[in-house]
């Protein structure tokens, strides 16, 4: 049988996993510089002590402290320490100068080189626009291929859509009353599942936007409505978008707790039909969930994860993102049930996924060290499906798996700012030394 939503915003997601982006590397200021240095110590009780004094009485916050085994003799450690500051700083100067005579050795560490990523929410504007197929593209086998109304319809919404940027109003679609019957045709075939085959989180998200007079079942919701209620509840934020983004650039957005979604609906020939991403997906299948804070948790994980990963890693990301924000599936009282948006937006997977009787599927207790080595089709119902005992047992479980994606820094998000703090400086342009050369000036000081 033919899936009923053939390709997720994230779908097609690990084929066109992401590039580095030629903007600038160097970030806006809006959070504090740092300096990275390597010292070599001796192994003796207080040594490490009297280094970390000399930062505590300069009133130097340390970001990022590692010891590894030291490449010279064994009586020696090497510690790789971060700290707030500027190379050209007089409070790092006098830093060093003080650790001079405690150390064997210092030497300045190399920036990591990573992929592109943003650093403050405003930088999502960067690639927003950068879509793998435009919702105005349509393969000869989508349902409104050869209704050209209905492409002049997509390529309005697009438009409009287009123009969006960071802190603007989200454009309004005046939806006709043919859209909103496909709208209010499917919500009733949804609905009249859901008490038996969404888990809760769905029934209260959905329950909790109609009381609030956003959603109905006879029109369609404005995304500006909704993305101000998300955003009071989880802070979570909605942001139109034209077509498919790429794995990276999606995950990266949701790092900031910002969501892509379509304005544009399906043909109205094929109601419980879409080959793509549609506004019934987004709004019936993901955004209730977005109204819960462990689920709002559990999806910007996988994007933190995501910012200035590889390109394997970030795969294996999209791949976990596949089977539970897209196909997950929770045990609820000894039942099966959908949170995943791809089973609650569409009737045949629903059914599909929940049925006790269904030998045609296998489903798996949720690890994402296993879901993101996992195989899945496109263009079929899947046949294999993880679940989770709760949402709070999948976001812990998310957390220990993102926690551990290799990279060469940390990351943190400050929601009143909405940027990202690193706790090293990292450039996304290549460099091929191990340790780069000191400035000029300080070539004395560090010998």
Known sequence: PRSPLRSMTLPRL???????????????????????????????????????????????????????????????????????????????????????????????????????????????????????????????????????????????????????????????????????????????????????????????GLEELQEAGIYSREKIPQLQQISDHLKQKTGFTLRPVTGLLSARDFLAALAFRVFFSTQYIRHHSEPMYTPEPDVIHELLGHVPMFTDPDFADFTQYIGMASLGASDEEVKRLATNYWFSVEFGLLWERGEIRGYGAGVLSS???????????????????????????????ITTLQPVYFAATSLADAKAKMKTYADQVDRPFHVKYIPETQCMVTDKKVFSRPVGLKFTPVYPEMQELLL
């Open 14 to 204: 690990a084929r066109h996993c992401a590039r580095a982006r030629p903007f600038s590397t160097r970030p806006t200021q809006l959070w504090p510089e740092t300096v990275g240095v390597g010292i070599h110590i001796k192994d003796e009780p207080g040594a490490l002590h009297r280094i970390l004094q000399i930062f505590k009485e300069n009133s130097v916050n340390l970001t990022s402290l590692k010891n590894q085994m030291s490449p010279l003799p064994p009586h020696l450690h090497l510690f790789q320490i971060h700290f707030e500051g500027s190379w050209e700083g007089s409070g790092t100067m006098e830093v060093l100068r003080k650790l001079k005579p405690e150390v064997k050795q210092i030497f300045k560490l190399p920036e990591p080189t990573v992929p592109w990523f943003p650093r403050k929410v405003q930088d999502i504007d960067q690639f927003s626009r950068s879509t793998l197929d435009a919702g105005t593209d349509l393969e000869s086998d989508h349902p409104g291929f050869n209704d050209p109304a209905y492409r002049e319809r997509r390529t309005v919404i697009c438009n409009n859509a287009s123009s969006f940027s960071t802190g603007s109003l989200i454009p309004e679609v005046a939806y006709t009353p043919e859209e909103n019957g496909t709208w209010t045709h499917v919500w009733d075939q949804l609905t009249a599942l859901y008490p038996r085959r969404a888990c809760r989180e769905q029934l209260a």
């Open 347 to 377: 009737v045949g997977e629903l059914m599909h996924a929940t049925s006790p009787t269904n030998s045609k599927i296998e489903i798996r207790p949720f690890d994402p060290f296993a879901a993101c080595h996992q195989d899945y089709p």
